[in-house]
C-alpha cells in the first residue's frame, strides 16, 4: 500500500511523479511497475510491444493502483505518441532494448538499431522538454578486464586495480568488428557518451544505470513454452530450460567467464532510490551489481544443479554440465567479457545502497519461481507426440 508519509534520503517529503516507462513489460520493467505501485503513489505510463509480463497488474481493473497504471502498445521505432507521453511525465526510464547476447552478433543490426538509433529520440525529447531520464545501459560496456591481457601466470591478476570496474576510470575495452558480440556493447556505449553530452551541453537532467547481470522470476523465456523452441536467452533462462528438461547444463568453452549475480528485487531498491532522489542521482552514471556474488560459469551451473534439486525433490543427474563451443552454441562472431565485478564506492556514497541477498538464496526463490510456473507445462510439451 503506498504511503503518504514516504521521505527521500534527505528526509524531505517526496512528491507524487508520472513516470514513462519505456520497455516496462520487460523483466526490469515489470519488477520495476510492481515496486512502484505497491509502495510509492508515482503513476505510470507504461510503454511496450508486450505486456505478458505486467498483465498481473493491468487486470482486473478494480486493482487498488489500477488508475496509477496505464498500458500503451508502442514500438518506439516508429511511433508519433511518444514525444506526448514524455512531455506528459516527470520522468522518462528507458529499458527499451534487444539485450540478449545470442542476437549481437547473429543480428548485429537490429542491436545497433535497437540499442542506440532507437534510443536517440527519447535523449532527444527528454532533452528538448527539459524532463528528466534514467538511461539503462550496461556493465558490457566495460568489456573486458585490463587483466586478461596479463600473462596467465602474472601476479598482477590478482591485484584489484586490474579487475574491479569502476564507472569514473575504468576504459571500455571490446574485441575486433569482426566479433559481432560486441556491437550491443558499443552501441550502448555510444548512447552513454551522447546522454552524457546533452547534461554538459544542455542541462539534460539524466542518470545511468549499468546493471551486472540482474537475475530473477520472468527473466527472458523458456524455450518452447513461453518463447521460440530454438531462442537462445540469457544464461539462467538457458539453465534453468536445462534443468526443467533434465538434460546437461551447457558450458560455453568450459565456463570460465566469471560473473556477479544480483538479486532483482535487491537492484530494484536502487532504481527506487535514483528515481526519488533526483540531487544524488543526476548526472551519475551507477554499476549496480553484488560484488559479494562472484562465480564462474561452470560453478553457477553446479549451484543451480544443487538447488534445483532442493527446490523440485528431483535427483541431480549423475553429469550435470556439457561443454560445448561458443561457435557451435552462437555461431561465429561471439566473444565474451572475462570477469565482472562492480566497483561499489559511487552508489554507496550518493545513495547508501548495498545489495543483500547471496547467491544461494536468489536462486532458491527464482528456481522455486521456475519449477512452479514451468515444470508442468514442460511435461506435458515433453509427452506430446512431435507431428510427423
Ligand atoms: P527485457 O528484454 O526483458 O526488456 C526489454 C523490453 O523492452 C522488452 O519488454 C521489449 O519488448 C521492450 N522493447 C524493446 N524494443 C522496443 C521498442 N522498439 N518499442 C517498445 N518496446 C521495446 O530486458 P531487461 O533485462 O528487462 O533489460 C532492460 C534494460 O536493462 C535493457 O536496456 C538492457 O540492455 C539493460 N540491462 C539489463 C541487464 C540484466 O541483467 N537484466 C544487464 C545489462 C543491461
Ligand atoms: N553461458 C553458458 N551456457 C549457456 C548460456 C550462457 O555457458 O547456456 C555463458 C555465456 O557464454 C557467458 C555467461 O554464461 O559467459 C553469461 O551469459 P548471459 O547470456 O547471461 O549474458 P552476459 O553475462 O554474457 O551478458
Known amino acids: 500500500m503506498a504511503s503518504s508519509t514516504r521521505v527521500d534520503l534527505d528526509g524531505n517529503p517526496i512528491k507524487a511523479m508520472t513516470i514513462c516507462m519505456i520497455g516496462a513489460g520487460g523483466f526490469i520493467g515489470s519488477h520495476l511497475c510492481e515496486k512502484l505501485l505497491s509502495e510509492t503513489s508515482h503513476k505510470i505510463l507504461a510503454v511496450d510491444v508486450y505486456n505478458d509480463k505486467i498483465k498481473h497488474l493491468l ?3 478494480t486493482m487498488d493502483w489500477a488508475d496509477r497504471i496505464q498500458f500503451h502498445r508502442i514500438n518506439i521505432k516508429h511511433d508519433s505518441r511518444l514525444e506526448g ?3 506528459m511525465a516527470d520522468l522518462t526510464i528507458n529499458l527499451a532494448a534487444i539485450c540478449t547476447p545470442a542476437d549481437y552478433n547473429t543480428r548485429p543490426l537490429d542491436t545497433i538499431y535497437s540499442n542506440f538509433i532507437d534510443a536517440l529520440p527519447v535523449v532527444k525529447y527528454c532533452s528538448e522538454n527539459s524532463k528528466r531520464l534514467i538511461h539503462f545501459s550496461t556493465c558490457e560496456v566495460y568489456g573486458k578486464t585490463i587483466g586478461c591481457f596479463l600473462p596467465k601466470d602474472s601476479p598482477l591478476r ?3 586495480s586490474y579487475y574491479v570496474l569502476k564507472e569514473d576510470e575504468s576504459p571500455c575495452i571490446f574485441g575486433p568488428i569482426d566479433k559481432q558480440r560486441w556491437s550491443y556493447a558499443c552501441a550502448k556505449q555510444l548512447i552513454e557518451r551522447l546522454v552524457y553530452a546533452e547534461g554538459a551541453e544542455n542541462g539534460l537532467e539524466f542518470t545511468i544505470v549499468r546493471p551486472f547481470n540482474w ?3 520472468r527473466m527472458d523465456f523458456i524455450p518452447g513454452i513461453d518463447g521460440p523452441s530454438e ?3 540469457r544464461v539462467l533462462a538457458c539453465f534453468s530450460n536445462n534443468l526443467l528438461r533434465r538434460e546437461p547444463l551447457k558450458l560455453v568453452d568450459g565456463g570460465e567467464s566469471q560473473r556477479t549475480f544480483i538479486y532483482i528485487k535487491d537492484a530494484i531498491e536502487a532504481v527506487l532510490l535514483m528515481i526519488e532522489n533526483p540531487g544524488r542521482a543526476n548526472g551519475h552514471i551507477f ?4 560484488p559479494n556474488n562472484e562465480v564462474t560459469v561452470r560453478q553457477l551451473a553446479e549451484m543451480m544443479s544443487k538447488v534445483y534439486s532442493k527446490v523440485s525433490g528431483e535427483s541431480e543427474l549423475e553429469s550435470p ?9 552462437y555461431g561465429e562472431g561471439y566473444d565474451d567479457s572475462d570477469k565482472r565485478i562492480p566497483d ?3 552508489i554507496n556514497k550518493q545513495l547508501g545502497w548495498d545489495p543483500k541477498t547471496s547467491l544461494w538464496d536468489l536462486l532458491e526463490s527464482t528456481l522455486t519461481y521456475q519449477h512452479r510456473t514451468y515444470a508442468e507445462a514442460i511435461k506435458q510439451a515433453i509427452s506430446k507426440p512431435v507431428a510427423s
Not at 554440465?321 to 552454441?329: C, L
Open 231 to 233: 531462442g537462445v536467452p
Open 158 to 160: 590478482q591485484d584489484p
Open 85 to 87: 507521453l514524455i512531455k
Open 344 to 346: 561499489m564506492t559511487i
Open 215 to 217: 537475475i530473477g522470476p
Open 321 to 329: 554440465t556439457v561443454d560445448v563451443s561458443s561457435k557451435e552454441f
Open 287 to 290: 554499476n549496480v551489481g553484488n
Open 59 to 61: 487486470e482486473p481493473a
